[in-house]
């Protein structure tokens, strides 16, 4: 047998296959957990659909749950970003996810759907971030104000939707919203968003509405904090809602003894109304 030389033992030696690395085996067999998923996946439903065997199916999808799990498929950490109003642990309830157990048994859109019964809760995503981690997102219902009737007060979202409250303050108002404008009429909800948003225009007498009534389905008067009630025209709101401002501003309208403002006859004329017991108290 003839001794290799030097050169040619270098050359085998150089075209060896160099070693896998570590990571080999573990990718290795999280492809074929993969295939072996979706195999299997796909004899559960086809057993899950053939109706004889519907039970057999479902222990089949559960058992290649649980195996995904134990090979490191399992829920580590849940985020939930955009959570301010709504309680933690109701959200974990209806996420319905535990530590421990295997994302893939998690059905993001359902978990969306539940999360979107909750009543600070606009709209949600969950999603998935294999091999371990879920993340939630919310968009959560800001409250505008609230509404007054049936001898209680319920809180308003920018949707004109009541916001559900379980614990109440006694009398009705919802403890920490007391600063939130009141609305009063059946349909006032539906049309606030509009209202607030053309009042704000005038910053420094919009700070002053406290409540906003909804007259005959048609216009709305306005409470300021000072107890004067301010009409407001059907047409040219904002017309009308700039022309008290500028009053306020020149003339200092709102200082004087008067218990009513109407704008409804804008442009020909402005009508006040006297508050008698402010004049009796400044005659004293």
Known sequence: MRRMTLATRRARIYLR???????????????????????????????GTSGAAAHAGAAIMDQVLQLTGRAGFAVRDVYAAGRVRTDKEALRVQLGVEVGQPILALDPDAAKARLEQLPWVDRASVERLLPDRVEVRLIERQPLALWQRDGRFDLIDRGGSVIAQEERAPGGMDPGYGQLRVLVGEQAPRHAASLFALLSTEPALWARVAAATWVGERRWTLRLENRVDVL?????????????????????????????????FLPSRLRLRLDPLTLQESKA
């Open 17 to 47: 296959r160099p070693p896998k690395p570590r990571w080999w085996q573990p990718a290795i067999f999280a492809a074929s957990l993969v295939l072996g998923t979706s195999v299997l996946g796909a004899l559960g439903f086809w057993l």
């Open 232 to 264: 407001l025209p059907e047409r040219n709101v904002l017309r009308a809602w700039r022309f008290l401002a500028d009053k306020v501003r020149e003339e200092n309208l709102l200082e004087r003894a008067i218990s009513v403002i109407d704008l409804r």
